[in-house]
T-cell receptor, first 116, second 113 residues
Framework: DTEVTQTPKHLVMGMTNKKSLKCEQHMGHRAMYWYKQKAKKPPELMFVYSYEKLSINESVPSRFSPECPNSSLLNLHLHALQPEDSALYLC???????????????FGPGTRLTVT | GESVGLHLPTLSVQEGDNSIINCAYSNSASDYFIWYKQESGKGPQFIIDIRSNMDKRQGQRVTVLLNKTVKHLSLQIAATQPGDSAVYFCADNSGGGADGLTFGKGTHLIIQP
């Protein structure tokens, strides 16, 4: 089973709202990732968690706040977003990260976010 | 600038023919390469990967070739089927640190009946 699940599938929020995106995997993976994908563009890395610790933050604005409560779950907390933040937010997981050996990443279906 | 790029944004092939999707990379330090298929409204689906100590790897109906001399990567799909229609991305680990992937622009593969 190489399934990564994400909820919700779609989210519409105003610029003053606070919302959270959720991601879950049960493959025993110890690395999890958030990517952002604008329409007709490739995914862009936002955050990397390795063994539940944040190891990479690709200069993402503080209005995006990741959280990894345990090895199976990854959240992305959203606050005071801008319309240009509207995109598909993808979660991925892999066996491990930062160990010197890189493994394939498996992606979830994404959350389609619209900021109004 | 972007490390990983594709030569063509759209590739149209006849059903049953072989498809070849190309990708160039610029970072000599990249040592891991991966191909994804993304259908409309879905997340990227892992196809095949290759490490820099190899120059060829085969999967089911797919082959990835790596030419480190010219920094070129290709994905070959044999006997292309309608279900192969999608956007194909190559990616590598050129971004540095903790194995986040850097994606190329993507090639839209269109299958003609």
């Amino acid at each position: 089973d190489t399934e990564v699940t994400q909820t919700p599938k779609h989210l519409v929020m105003g610029m003053t709202n606070k919302k959270s995106l959720k991601c879950e995997q049960h493959m025993g993976h110890r690395a999890m990732y958030w990517y952002k994908q604008k329409a007709k563009k490739p995914p862009e890395l936002m955050f990397v968690y390795s063994y539940e610790k944040l190891s990479i933050n690709e200069s993402v604005p503080s209005r995006f706040s990741p959280e990894c409560p345990n090895s199976s779950l990854l959240n992305l907390h959203l606050h005071a977003l801008q319309p240009e933040d509207s995109a598909l937010y993808l979660c991925a997981s892999s066996r491990a990260a930062g160990t010197g050996v890189i493994y394939e990443q498996y992606f979830g279906p994404g959350t389609r976010l619209t900021v109004t | 600038g972007e490390s990983v790029g594709l030569h063509l944004p759209t590739l149209s092939v006849q059903e049953g023919d072989n498809s070849i999707i190309n990708c160039a990379y610029s970072n000599s330090a990249s040592d891991y390469f991966i191909w994804y298929k993304q259908e409309s409204g879905k997340g990227p689906q892992f196809i095949i990967d290759i490490r820099s100590n190899m120059d060829k790897r085969q999967g089911q109906r797919v082959t990835v070739l790596l030419n480190k001399t010219v920094k070129h990567l290709s994905l070959q799909i044999a006997a292309t089927q309608p279900g192969d229609s999608a956007v194909y991305f190559c990616a590598d680990n050129s971004g540095g640190g903790a194995d986040g992937l850097t994606f190329g622009k993507g090639t839209h593969l269109i299958i003609q009946p």
